[in-house]
């Protein structure tokens, strides 16, 4: 069944992997390859201290597990290419399940790059001897099966909470902490750079190699030091919570297959029956209000807002440095607009309400936007006053007071113009399953929108750097109140007259992240007056993309091959001295002939590779041929 499974998942991506996906997972790939890079070039480094090689390959183990464990978190539910639920009606059990799709996650970019990574310690414990790299060979799979096993674990656990609001908030701390902290790193750059001159200090290097993503390090050096029961106790700990891990998922998997519980929560019925007042922005702005207090996805994203100003600006207090504490509202707002500019998108078919309205599409959206306004200003408000008066930064009160009515009333613009302009389509709300982790989020859009919610706050800010810091005040209010009507009033108008298009987006179900195929035609026409030689080659006749693949690992093949394997096996032999841009001379000693055999390998590989795609690549442009020979010619008839 493994077997099956993973060529079930191969078959998948092969056919799924196009376009902007496919883009994505190669950009993907070459980030991964090169932070995997940067930690076995931890292992390599000359450091001052001998011992803070395995301490600072502690602490890059314990980065990626907690990448493996909180990414999905950031990045929208881990690997689902084979969902549980299409096996669920097989006839088998819970733990040969588990079994067979813990085997697939170890198919993918993310395994691969992660035990490039891992192999670091391999690296790091060749100097220390034979027995040493024995364990760090043993240690480097048991890492990896630990960090995809205890992902699967804490994914599907933290998918089973947030369809409450007390895991929705959960989540939304762990993924706003870790965010903030990547863009608050400068802030332990002094810490780090006395850490690397002098080793870490006693208390940290213990807790690195005390946690379980050290536990591989510490049977390296116990190795080298001949204790044999730290090494076992070591190794046999990664195993155990691997098994442990791999059990609790089968639970949650179980549980997952019997229960699919309903987002949010239902309208009481003393609320759904409590007439509406008079007015229709009035009526917008109250049903925007209790979506709000029910969808756990706006919770989920309001609570991550919050979690990033908290940390973003408290966290220079850790080396005295409190200027960014009143700028918390203000932190607060741009991420809160950055996060809700998908209005229509999250309500998905429901804009044929809106629709079918006659002229309500303005007070849709200015319904929308005072909402917005009732839901942020109070904590913008509050999150400024009261951490400026704490932290008795007085000189922050004109830029606070201009900056802040500027963001919300651009970002209240903001949010309802880009919802028409750039509509991410999601499924209907009671249809979906209560796992926010399945919806992942939009970066380009939230990206779009940090630029965009920020740019609004120009002119206050100009105000304040080049005029009277008070003079930005009613700056900051009257282009605030200007973008709020204007970009409000043009959203409007667009919504006015795009609703239907907008309508058959949602009820397409167009995917979130759409994948835009490559217009073949138009580059073959483009192509017509170069000559790449697919006649002589017999291969005129295949899939493009499969001509493109021959043409890439024909041609990129023979750089391992012989640039970064066979030259420096010769300089190797006849001058040893020389290293110039070859990687495997870069290396110590004893892993220079195992890394150029492997350049050899991985070229070989990939010419082999190339040489079977063209062999197939000619199958096809002959079936092409007898095809177009068995079509009968056109003014023929056959009897």
Not at 67 to 85: A, N, Q, S
């Amino acid at each position: 069944m493994v077997g099956l499974l993973i060529r079930m998942k191969l078959a998948v991506l092969r056919h799924a992997t196009t376009g902007q996906r496919a883009a994505d997972m190669i950009g993907g790939a070459v980030l991964g390859v090169v932070l995997a890079g940067g930690t076995i070039w931890l292992a390599l480094h000359d450091w001052p201290d001998p011992e803070l090689h395995m301490d600072l390959i502690g602490a890059a183990f314990a980065i990626w597990v907690v990448g493996w464990l909180f990414g999905p978190v950031l990045f929208g539910g881990g690997d689902e290419t084979l969902r549980p639920e299409h096996l669920a009606l097989l006839p088998i059990s819970p733990r040969k399940l588990t079994f067979g799709l813990l085997s697939v996650a170890f198919v993918g970019v993310a395994p691969a790059v992660s035990l490039i990574a891992f192999a670091a310690l391999i690296v790091a414990a060749v100097p220390l001897g034979a027995a040493a790299t024995v364990v760090a060979v043993v240690a480097v799979p048991l890492q990896l099966v630990f960090v995809v096993v205890v992902s699967r674990l804490v994914t599907a656990a933290l998918g089973t909470l947030m369809r409450t609001k007390l895991g929705a908030g959960l989540a939304a701390i762990i993924s706003g902490g870790i965010l903030a902290l990547t863009h608050t790193g400068w802030v332990l750059k002094p810490v780090i750079q006395l850490a690397l001159q002098g080793g870490f200090p006693d208390n940290i290097s213990t807790w690195v190699h005390a946690l379980p993503s050290g536990w591989g390090v510490s049977a390296v050096e116990a190795a080298q030091r001949g204790d044999w029961l730290v090494v076992a106790g070591a190794l046999l700990g990664l195993a155990v919570i691997s098994v442990l891990s791999m059990l609790g998922w089968s639970a949650l998997l179980v549980q997952r297959l019997n229960h699919r519980s309903a987002n949010g929560r239902p309208a009481r019925a003393a609320v759904a029956a409590t007439p509406v007042r008079a007015g229709a922005v009035r009526a917008v702005v109250g049903r925007d209000l209790r979506t709000t207090s029910r969808d756990l996805m706006r919770f989920h994203y309001l609570c991550f807002a919050q979690v990033y100003a908290l940390v973003f600006c408290l966290l220079p207090l850790v080396v005295h440095l409190p200027i960014f504490v009143p700028f918390i509202g203000v932190v607060f707002v741009i991420w809160a607009a950055a996060v809700s500019a998908n209005l229509y998108g999250e309500d998905g078919t429901a804009l044929w309400l809106t629709i079918l309205s006659p002229k309500s599409a303005y007070s849709e959206v200015r319904g929308r936007q005072l909402a917005w306004l009732l839901i942020t200003a109070p904590v913008v408000v509050v999150g400024t006053v009261v951490p400026t008066v704490l932290s008795g930064q007085g000189w922050a009160w004109p830029w606070v007071a201009s900056l802040a009515p500027a963001l919300l009333g651009g970002g209240a613009g903001v949010i309802v113009l880009i919802s028409v302009l750039r509509p991410v389509p999601m499924t209907d709300p009671h249809k979906r399953s209560g796992n926010l982790l399945e919806n992942g989020t939009d970066f380009t859009q939230v990206l779009l929108m940090l630029i965009l919610v920020a740019a609004t706050a120009a002119p206050a800010y100009l105000t304040l750097r080049y005029g009277s810091p008070w003079t930005a005040v009613p700056v900051g209010v009257v282009s605030g109140s200007v973008l709020y009507w204007l970009l409000g009033h043009l959203a409007g108008k667009r919504l006015e007259a795009t609703g239907p298009a907008m309508l058959e987006q949602m009820r397409a179900g167009v995917v979130r992240r759409q994948q835009k195929n490559i217009d073949w035609s138009s580059l073959n026409a483009s192509m017509d007056g170069v000559d790449l030689g697919e006649e002589k080659l017999g291969i005129a006749g295949a899939s493009p993309a499969r001509r493109a693949t021959v043409y890439l690992c024909l041609s990129l093949g023979w750089v391992p091959l012989v640039a970064q394997g066979m030259v420096p096996a010769f300089l190797k032999l006849t001058d040893p001295g020389h290293t110039s841009w070859f990687l495997a001379l870069h290396l110590p000693g004893p892993l220079q002939w195992p890394m150029i055999a492997v350049m050899v390998l991985l070229g070989l590989a990939i010419l082999l590779y190339g040489r079977q795609q063209l062999a197939r690549a000619r199958l096809e442009t002959a079936a092409m041929a007898a095809r177009a020979a068995a079509r009968p010619k056109a003014g023929t008839t056959t009897r």
